[in-house]
């Protein structure tokens, strides 16, 4: 890997960290609201506050949507085939599975809002009630496939580093010392 894709796989794995902080620190702030057992001292206030972890973690996770699927994803898979049999967790191929199918179904999900956005009326722009209620649904649709990426995310960090710590292969095979037949001197004969 050349020292430019590494520091921009570098990058986006920092990216992906961010989310993954980010995502914890929005569902703590959401789950101050309720209880020990899981109920919500106000329910008119939890409602609201659930809309805004929606929004805030589709907004945490916008900034990797697209790294994800162009090169977090793949470059996973890749490191994954790579790394010995004895050193992959038994659970990293799943957990990339389940997070291809949740970045596809996020992208389905966008791709639903934008249409149901453009067919929206031009009276129906953000602050307007026949504006957020819509994004408040496709938030809410979507937060259960942000929240797999905030959850199984560490996997490809974790993938990352069981690369990393594999001896390097070499890009090119060793090169043997080639002998001139000019510079051999040819072996005395024998004359009997």
Request: charged share 30%; hydrophobic share 40%.
């Amino acid at each position: 890997m050349s020292l430019s894709a590494d520091e921009d796989h570098q990058r986006a794995l920092v990216r992906l960290t961010r989310y993954i902080t980010e995502a914890a620190e929005i569902l703590a702030r959401w789950d101050a609201y309720s209880d020990a057992e899981g109920w919500p001292h106000d329910p008119l206030a939890y409602g609201y506050r659930q809309r805004r972890r929606d929004a805030d973690t589709w907004e945490a996770f916008a900034k990797i949507r697209f790294v994800a699927l162009t090169h977090l994803l793949p470059f996973a898979e890749r490191q994954l085939t790579n790394i010995p049999t004895l050193c992959v967790r038994p659970r990293w191929s799943w957990q990339l599975k389940t997070l291809r199918t949740s970045l596809d179904d996020l992208y389905c999900l966008q791709e639903h809002w934008l249409a149901e956005r453009d067919a929206l009326p031009d009276r129906a722009v953000p602050g307007t009630e026949e504006y957020d209620e819509p994004l408040a649904d496709r938030n809410a649709e979507v937060w259960h496939h942000l929240d797999t990426w905030a959850v199984h995310g560490q996997a490809l960090l974790d993938i990352d580093t069981a690369a990393r710590q594999q001896p390097r292969r070499r890009t090119s095979p060793p090169t043997a010392t080639v002998i001139s037949a000019a510079r051999t001197k040819p072996a005395s004969r024998r004359t009997p």
